[in-house]
């Protein structure tokens, strides 16, 4: 990406400069290098690319490095023509300011979402640990249910049997025929 970001940066200006320098009618250059937008407009496209993948320093740095860019083509067009000069460093202080204003609106966008993404994220897993911790609760309540039923069926049983118990031993000498059956019962 940055190596693109770096060609997609320097085609343009080079072409712009680089057709400058070549054509010899002063109007023809002034017009057709300075007037147009299109080096503007495709010098967005790497500017919106670093602001939107990188922080606010590499925006400044990438600023600067047009300005400058700007500036080794200025000096060597003032020897050409003053007023070429003039149009240029002007331009492209504009244009560096510009591109800033965009750039730190791009970068503070992109910011916000990755604080926004953060944020979001750390809601999720705080969701996903509620909601397993409000799983293990309910098979904590199911468990602690079943073993409340266990415990109540087997202590009813229990308590049968053992009244049973009392049952057959009570009629063991007096009836063992009553105490048989009862025997037989279980």
């Not at 970001?5 to 080079?14: E, K, N, V």
């Not at 994220?121 to 969701?127: A, M, S």
């Amino acid at each position: 990406l940055p190596i693109a970001i770096f060609w997609a940066t320097l085609g343009p200006m080079i072409q712009m400069y680089g057709g400058f320098l070549l054509v010899g009618n002063e109007t023809i250059k002034f017009f057709t290098y300075f007037m147009t937008p299109l080096p503007f407009l495709v010098l967005f496209i790497p500017l919106v690319i670093v602001a939107w993948q990188y922080s606010h320093r590499y925006d400044f740095y990438f600023c600067t490095t047009t300005f400058l860019i700007d500036g080794i083509f200025a000096i060597q067009i003032y020897q050409t023509s003053v007023l070429a000069f003039i149009t240029l460093f002007g331009m492209s202080v504009i244009r560096t300011l510009v591109f800033l204003l965009v750039g730190n609106m791009i970068a503070n966008l992109m910011k916000v979402q990755r604080e926004q993404r953060m944020r979001i994220t750390e809601t999720y897993n705080r969701l996903a640990n509620y909601s397993l911790t409000m799983e293990q609760l309910a098979i904590s309540r199911e468990r602690n249910r079943v073993a409340r039923e266990l415990h109540d069926i087997l202590a009813h049983t229990i308590s049968g049997v053992a009244i049973e118990m009392e049952g057959i031993k009570a009629n063991i000498k007096t009836n063992p025929d009553k105490a048989s059956e009862l025997l037989d019962h279980y």
